[in-house]
């Protein structure tokens, strides 16, 4: 395709403007009834000059948000605030290997990456480094069913919650603990 002097514009190649009773040539591209995701860019459009100049007129990205994520949106480090695991000092491990247990330091940069990788469950499913720690946190072995996760989780919650231990808000932290740890495992594919 061949760009003209409007930004935007391309050859229309028997595009024809995609707006009810228009038969203008279709030579600018706007979003169409599928937005872009994962799986790809999304559907397209084609429009006249007019056409899309009324589009863009009326094209309100932040429709659908409340206050906060505008706010959010529009902060200039959206997106920035948390660290990716290329920039994690860490970079997604736990520890560092122990480099006196290598011969060579190949051997332990490849058992580090042998770490990263998800941990696979008797049944082939895939179990991430955090759902592995919510099943260490909840005492929960890694060939768990969802049935033995429910109980587990609310054996817990009575075990810490402050109703059933006379008020005491000790274990407050450690029940919030098993609450994320469960909302984690039960919304994971190995538990689906």
């Known amino acids: 395709m061949r760009h003209d002097r409007f930004h935007g514009r391309f050859e229309a190649r028997g595009k024809i403007c995609s707006a009810a009773g228009c038969d203008e040539a279709g030579e600018f ?17 084609w429009l006249c000059l007019d056409h899309v100049r009324a589009f ?10 409340s206050t906060e994520e505008i706010l959010e949106a529009q902060s200039p480090i959206h997106g920035w605030e948390r660290s990716t695991r290329a920039f994690n000092p860490t970079g ?8 006196a247990d290598f011969a060579d330091p190949l051997e332990a940069i490849s058992a580090r990456a042998r770490m990263r990788r998800p941990a696979e469950r008797a049944d082939g499913r895939a179990v991430t480094p955090d759902e592995r720690r919510a099943l260490d946190l909840l005492g929960l072995p890694l060939d ?3 049935k033995a996760l429910r109980s587990r989780y609310s054996e817990l919650v009575r075990r810490y919650h402050p109703d059933r231990n006379g008020g005491d808000r000790s274990f407050e932290t450690r029940l919030q603990q098993v609450v994320e740890a469960y909302q984690l495992l039960r919304s994971a594919a190995a538990f689906a």
């Open 29 to 45: 591209r706007a979003p169409g009834d599928r937005s872009s995701g994962f799986d790809g860019p999304g559907d397209y459009r």
């Open 56 to 65: 863009n007129a009326g094209y309100d990205y932040f429709v659908g948000m």
């Open 92 to 99: 997604g491990v736990d520890s560092v290997p122990r480099w």
């Open 144 to 146: 768990a069913d969802r």
